[in-house]
């Protein structure tokens, strides 16, 4: 127990308990996980390898996207192969709490020589010449959204396109979008893009036991589900915005099982100092220059 008195949790106030879950907690959650699959909440593994397959495709017809869109700019044969090009997950599916007809929120990140453009006019068409027959059901673009999207359904996956255009000559399958120098000179549209995946990690890495977290969040969002008020544009949280109270309340006990978490959301949240931020880690100056929200002087993203 000393050794996790010293331990350096995350979060910007120390825990409120480092309590370990006793016999009954741990009951409390295997019925609560076996409740959750009585629900339906969990796909099954078949439909799960489906995804994953339907992933990587996306992955193999985003290379060729940027292949042949560089074709068609002149590039030379070599910038044309080190291209590159690599999608990134994020919303339910990064966070593991996607169930069964759940979509996938998926971002297509390329090298700076490719526009928002070329998105809309070569991805559908590449998408219908790599893709195996019938394997395409629906497809929309949608070009003048806040975050322009593409939607899809892929071998009976739906999927969510959006795009992100960074300042690199070169886009690996390597890269990893967590340093925020990558951010710099892009438009807002490119940052609403990135942003989704950014924050998906960014969550997944302040919470403890991810886990927990994850079977928690599943059953918060079940709740929010069943009783209307899980939606951004009926004015309730979204899955971000649900996904971030559940994990602060993780950062405060950070060794108790879901069941418990599940107790402590209500008791914590309910009693909320609103419009007071709920917040998962400590504000940090970055790269770029940004109006950080306070809420003594913003309300609803309005000056007072």
Same mark, same amino acid.
């Given at each position: ?5 010293? !331990?350096?949790?995350?979060g ?28 339906n909440?969990?796909e ?18 985003t ?21 590159g ?14 169930g ?58 739906s999927i ?6 960074l ?17 710099k000179?892009?438009?807002e549209?490119?940052?609403?893009s990135?942003n ?17 977290? !994850? ?10 589900? !069943?009783?209307?008020?899980?939606a ?28 418990v ?39 609803f993203?309005?000056?007072?």
């Open positions: 127990m000393a050794a996790q008195q010293g !331990r350096q949790w995350p910007v106030t120390p825990p409120i308990s480092l309590n370990l879950p006793t016999n009954s907690e741990l009951t409390a959650n295997d019925a609560l996980i076996a409740e959750l699959k009585r629900q909440n969990f099954g593994i078949e439909e799960t390898e489906r995804r994953k397959a339907t992933l990587q495709s996306i992955q193999k017809i290379i060729e996207f940027v292949k042949h869109v560089s074709r068609r700019k002149g590039l030379s044969a070599s910038a044309i192969d080190t291209s090009g690599k999608i990134f997950t994020y919303g339910s599916y990064r966070l593991g709490v996607y069964p007809g759940s979509d996938i929120d998926t971002l297509v990140v390329v090298p700076k020589h490719i526009v928002r453009e070329d998105f809309f006019k070569d991805f559908p068409a590449i998408i219908e010449k790599m893709a195996p027959p019938g394997a395409i059901e629906e497809m929309t673009p949608v070009s003048d959204a806040f975050v322009p999207i593409i939607k899809l359904e892929f071998s009976g996956i969510d396109l959006i795009f992100a255009r300042n690199l000559a070169s886009v690996p399958l390597s890269l990893e979008l967590k340093d925020s120098h990558l951010l000179g892009l438009d549209r490119d940052l609403r990135l989704g995946t950014r924050v998906t990690d960014e969550i997944l890495e302040l919470v403890p036991q991810q886990k927990t977290f !994850r079977t928690a969040l599943r059953a918060i969002k079940l709740w929010a589900q !069943r009783r209307a008020i899980y951004n544009v009926m004015g309730f949280p979204g899955g971000v915005a649900w996904a971030m109270l559940v994990a602060r309340v993780c950062q405060l006990y950070p060794q108790a099982t879901g069941s978490i599940i107790g402590k959301f209500f008791r914590i949240i309910s009693k909320w100092g609103w419009p007071q931020p709920v917040i998962l880690k400590h504000i940090e100056d970055g790269p770029l220059q940004v109006r950080v929200w306070n809420p003594k002087v913003m309300y993203g309005i000056d007072v």
